[in-house]
T-cell receptor
Framework: GAVVSQHPSWVICKSGTSVKIECRSLDFQATTMFWYRQFPKQSLMLMATSNEGSKATYEQGVEKDKFLINHASLTLSTLTVTSAHPEDSSFYIC???????????FGPGTRLTVT | TQLLEQSPQFLSIQEGENLTVYCNSSSVFSSLQWYRQEPGEGPVLLVTVVTGGEVKKLKRLTFQFGDARKDSSLHITAAQPGDTGLYLCAPRSNDYKLSFGAGTTVTVRA
């Protein structure tokens, strides 16, 4: 299977600061990137979809100005949580995919805690 | 909007017992995937089912896709503690988005 990395694996930040999460597909080129959020004891919720070189498409209820997604290359995408608040504390998971493929791979996740 | 239900929500069994997890929808799936997620990690793909009536086996795991492609089940035979995790079903849309069910938390006690 494909190798996906996320950095950092966990981060604690103060309310009002911004946090950047990186997602890399190490051995394949991801034309599409999905970002998910998972609260404790809950399932994964899709936040946004981005294609390399294009603006991300956000799901209903997800603030695009708060969760900035950059997909500048086929192997790297970043999610920046701006002006983080405690309610943004969650497990963020990226999922790079190849257009037209059944396979979708998931990163190991980033645990964000906002104090 | 496709309504996706997974049941049961929680399942706790003794090692060696069998278990079945269900995934049902009000809509037809073009394809469906099953994932297992362990705490603090991303989901790992177990199987993709595409054809109505399809049955796939992965060691002690048996996956069935309903004839009408509206439901699926995951059956584990002789469960082991290593099977513990959150099991998620996820139908794929035509734009390759995955919509995850609420999941079934399975705990296998030694």
């Amino acid at each position: 299977g494909a190798v996906v990395s996320q950095h950092p694996s966990w981060v604690i930040c103060k309310s009002g600061t911004s946090v950047k999460i990186e997602c890399r597909s190490l051995d394949f080129q991801a034309t599409t990137m999905f970002w998910y959020r998972q609260f404790p004891k809950q399932s994964l919720m899709l936040m946004a979809t981005s294609n390399e070189g294009s603006k991300a498409t956000y799901e209903q209820g997800v603030e695009k100005d708060k969760f900035l997604i950059n997909h500048a290359s086929l192997t790297l995408s970043t999610l920046t949580v701006t002006s983080a608040h405690p309610e943004d504390s969650s497990f963020y998971i990226c999922s790079p995919g190849v257009a037209g493929g059944y396979e979708q791979y998931f990163g190991p996740g980033t645990r964000l805690t906002v104090t | 909007t496709q309504l996706l239900e997974q049941s049961p929500q929680f399942l706790s069994i003794q090692e060696g017992e069998n278990l079945t997890v269900y995934c049902n929808s009000s809509s037809v799936f073009s394809s469906l995937q099953w994932y297992r997620q362990e705490p603090g990690e991303g989901p790992v793909l177990l199987v993709t089912v595409v054809t109505g009536g399809e049955v796939k086996k992965l060691k002690r795991l048996t996956f069935q896709f309903g004839d009408a492609r509206k439901d699926s089940s995951l059956h584990i035979t002789a469960a082991q503690p290593g099977d513990t995790g959150l099991y998620l079903c996820a139908p794929r849309s035509n734009d390759y988005k995955l919509s995850f069910g609420a999941g079934t938390t399975v705990t296998v006690r030694a």
